[in-house]
């Protein structure tokens, strides 16, 4: 049999030629995938911050809009409840962000019932008839579930969402919240008429009438460029709660929050004038409203200014905020940072 000890392989220079070309295809491919990378992270940053700042601006907005839903008119003069207190109260600053703090949010927090009474703990008649809780300024709030009831001391309550009663005594833990909701002390009395009821046959009362808690909700920015909603007892300069507060995180990386007013005084259902340009227009807002106005606020303008979380390399020295908004001045940054600036008129309500 004829055998060929001849091997064929590659030269030296068809290794070095094949080298070279793979070289060049994983150096374009590398290049390729940086580029588009670096565009993925700067789409997904511009992304991210439209996504925040349209999140949050909504939120803030649509707040403002049920702004002193359930407060009733002339609270503000009754100091059997909180003397000179505001639907809305306004904090402005010309060389930092602004606050607001909105009041009127109710938060189901039970039913009423007789002072002392749980769930099934009180006889009932059989429907379609109900007991009666008697006047009384005392009264329990009961959780139809049976999860703990939180209605802080000093915060202002609403029955049936019309009856308005202050908390003014109970036993309260460390953060303020009442420890025994079945002992709560108010303001003034209730009025008689307030049913109990029950629906399983059991003849144990089981339901009341819905209580509320009014709730203030600051909306600030705080030291880290956070947008911040606080509920209860915030305190707008500092952007801070305390131990009885709720807060939510709303948005990061938020450069600036301007709001502007504009108001109707005289209550005659037409924007009053802030220049000489006749009919509403932009120019009829104000930055600070005096504190006998607060009541008269019939519209806000929200400005919210968001940034991207990291810098474009492609946008160097093109990152600048607007140099006005509202009553604040900006300076120039020049820097990589892509911003959104988001502007919305929002009409109030109930007012």
């Not at 809009?65 to 809305?88: C, V």
């Not at 809780?133 to 309550?157: C, D």
Request: glycine share 8%.
């Amino acid at each position: 049999m004829f055998m060929s000890n001849e091997c064929k392989g590659y030269t030296i220079i068809e290794l070095i030629m094949a080298l070279a070309i793979g070289s060049l295809l994983v150096a374009a491919a590398t290049a390729t995938y940086v580029v588009q990378n670096r565009a993925y992270i700067t789409q997904e940053s511009v992304s991210e911050v439209n996504t925040q700042a349209k999140i949050s601006h909504d939120i803030v907005a649509n707040e403002i809009k049920g702004a002193g839903f359930g407060w009733p008119l002339g609270m503000d003069l009754d100091e059997t409840l909180l003397a000179g207190q505001d639907f809305m109260t306004p904090t402005n600053s010309t060389n930092s962000t602004d606050a607001l703090t909105i009041y009127g949010g109710l938060r189901y927090v039970g039913m009423l019932f007789q002072q002392g009474a749980g769930l099934n703990t009180l006889p009932c008649p059989s429907l379609p008839d109900v007991y009666t809780i008697p006047k009384a300024t005392s009264i329990a709030v009961v959780s139809p579930s049976g999860e703990p009831v939180r209605v802080p001391l000093g915060q202002i309550i609403s029955i049936d969402a019309h009856e308005p009663k202050q908390v003014t005594n109970c036993t309260a833990g460390s953060d303020g919240i009442c420890t025994d909701p079945a002992n709560l002390v108010l303001s003034s009395r209730i009025p008689e008429g307030f049913p109990m009821w029950d629906t399983d046959g059991d003849n144990m009362c089981d339901r009341g009438r819905p209580v509320y808690v009014y709730e203030d909700h600051t909306y600030c920015v705080d030291a880290s460029e956070t947008l911040m909603r606080i509920r209860r007892g915030a305190n707008p300069a500092t952007c801070t709660g305390t131990v009885t507060s709720d807060i939510d995180e709303l948005a990061e990386n938020i450069e600036d929050f301007q709001i502007t007013y504009a108001l109707d005084i005289d209550d005659n259902g037409v924007i009053d004038e802030q220049n000489a340009v006749p009919g509403f227009d932009a120019g009829d807002f104000v930055s600070v409203v005096a504190a006998n106005d607060r009541n008269f606020i019939r519209a806000v303008r929200v400005n919210i200014l968001a940034m991207t979380d990291r810098e474009d390399p492609a946008f160097d020295g093109q990152g600048n905020p607007p140099s006005v908004i509202e009553d604040r001045n900006h300076t120039a940054t020049n820097d990589k940072f892509r911003r959104r600036w988001m502007r919305t008129m929002v009409n109030i309500r109930n007012r």
